[in-house]
């Protein structure tokens, strides 16, 4: 089984900082690595596909990059409806999600 | 618009069964994957199940294999997830999600449903 970290599991950022989370698989996965958003009380939302896309309607301060084992996910302009945890997720075999990452702001 | 809308959630005896179902509209059901996530409360997301568009496989997480049936109804355009056997650490809020759209190697989760709380209590 591929397991996913995550890191770091908790933020703390100012309006307007730049942040940015890690996410490392415990084997090669290409670019199969998606990144979603989860709002307290909602629904998760797909943000980035196969690593680097951006979803259709997703702000561009949002962006991925990585492959392998490798990724990161950045907000280059941190919003208050940013306010989420964020997860990445694996397709290379089955599906696995990483353990979340929890932004607020500070 | 695309919608999902999961229903059969509540309160249940460890050890009783449920039947989830997940109505879909506003897309050609019969063309995609569709998936079962579930969230523990206060916890991370859990990959379940997945079916494919014609039924030809399906998967499931080892922590569900042997209990838990994915199916679907393409002429009713909805998903089901049959949970037996059930146990407390099953309690979790469960959401169905659109996979790839045939057998295209493009596989994500979108979009998902508003999730049903499934509670397993005595």
């Known amino acids: 089984d591929i397991q996913m970290t995550q890191s770091p599991s908790s933020l703390s950022a100012s309006v307007g900082d730049r942040v940015t989370i890690t996410c490392q698989a415990s084997?090669?996965?290409?670019?199969?690595l998606n990144w979603y958003q989860q709002k307290p009380g909602k629904a998760p939302k797909l943000l980035i596909y196969e690593a680097s896309n951006l979803e259709t309607g997703v702000p561009s301060r949002f962006s991925g990059s990585g492959s392998g084992t490798d990724f990161s996910f950045t907000i280059t302009s941190l919003q208050p409806e940013d306010i989420a945890t964020y997860y990445c997720q694996q397709y290379d075999s089955l599906f696995t999600f990483g353990p979340g990452t929890k932004v607020d702001i500070k | 618009q695309v919608q999902l809308v999961e229903s059969g959630g509540g309160v249940v005896q460890p050890g009783r069964s449920l039947r989830l179902s997940c109505a879909a509209s506003g897309f050609t059901f019969s063309s995609y994957a569709m998936h079962w996530v579930r969230q523990a409360p206060g916890k991370g997301l859990e990959w379940v199940a997945v079916?494919?568009?014609?039924?030809?496989?399906?998967y499931y997480a080892d922590s569900v294999k042997g209990r838990f049936t994915i199916s679907r109804d393409n002429s009713k355009n909805t998903l089901y997830l049959q949970i037996n056997s059930l146990r407390a650490e099953d309690t979790a809020v469960y959401y169905c999600a659109r996979g790839r759209y045939f057998d295209w190697p493009q596989n994500w989760f979108d979009p998902w449903g508003q999730g049903t709380l499934v509670t397993v209590s005595s």
């Open positions: 084997q090669d996965i290409s670019n199969y």
């Open positions: 079916i494919s568009y014609d039924r030809s496989y399906d």
